[in-house]
């Protein structure tokens, strides 16, 4: 896991912290139910960082955002389909509709607001939830591997979708779930490195322009 290093980063590492404490608490061990609830969640950031980034692109009247914008949409999608494999696998009680609904509601709100006005702490902190999701996954592996969850046959949807044998199990579905987050956790920590240094380059370069002009004043 990438070691905070600034007060942004700790915002973001200490957000996370408190969104685990809330799941842990919700879901312990159920990691059925734990991962049809935080991917309705997890599709949330790439929508909103994609949209947020094309509107950007369109103000600007630039090029060059694409990439990440097809990044960022290609994140929420994925995350879409992860919550239809685990739908197949684990029904949502109905106070676990009713969660989702207000979660979707109070962080879709929150999520935009934080990424207009602070992009860098926003791609951290989804890096580190997405890391959180790879220790999710490992542990639901290992209770599957175990025989403690049974290793049901992995459902049809995965199976075109990851391109995986007719026989794949439900341990061979978590495994390519988790190589997804895991793909989500380094494209957004490299974003978040990203807006670092350039807000360090344009710090420096004002520094620069500012200590030039105090020269020639002087
Ligand atoms: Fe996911
Ligand atoms: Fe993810």
Do not use: W
């Not at 999710?136 to 403690?148: A, D, K, P």
């Amino acid at each position: 896991m990438k070691k905070p290093e600034n007060f942004s980063d700790f915002f973001a590492l200490s957000m996370t912290k408190f969104f685990r404490l809330i799941a842990d608490t919700f879901f312990a061990k159920r990691y059925g139910h734990r991962a049809v609830v935080l991917e309705t969640i997890a599709g949330v950031p790439g929508m909103v960082a994609g949209m947020l980034i094309h509107l950007r692109s369109l103000r600007k009247m630039q090029t060059g955002y694409g990439p990440q914008i097809r990044e960022m949409l290609a994140e929420a999608e994925n995350e879409r389909m992860h919550l239809m494999f685990f739908i197949e696998i684990a029904k949502p009680n109905a106070f676990e509709r009713l969660l989702v609904i207000t979660a979707q509601g109070v962080f879709m709100t929150f999520y935009s607001f934080m990424y207009i006005f602070f992009p860098m702490t926003s791609h951290r902190m989804i890096g580190y939830f997405e890391d959180e999701a790879v220790k999710s996954y490992t542990e639901y592996l290992e209770l599957v591997e175990s025989g403690s969850v049974m290793n049901i046959n992995a459902p049809k949807i995965a199976i075109e979708y990851y391109g995986l044998s007719n026989k794949a199990k439900l341990s061979d579905l978590i495994r390519c779930v988790r190589e997804d987050e895991m793909h989500h956790s380094d494209v957004n920590h490299s974003y978040a490195d990203e807006l670092d240094s350039t807000s360090k380059a344009n710090q420096s370069s004002e520094l620069k322009i500012s200590t030039e002009n105090n020269k020639k004043v002087a």
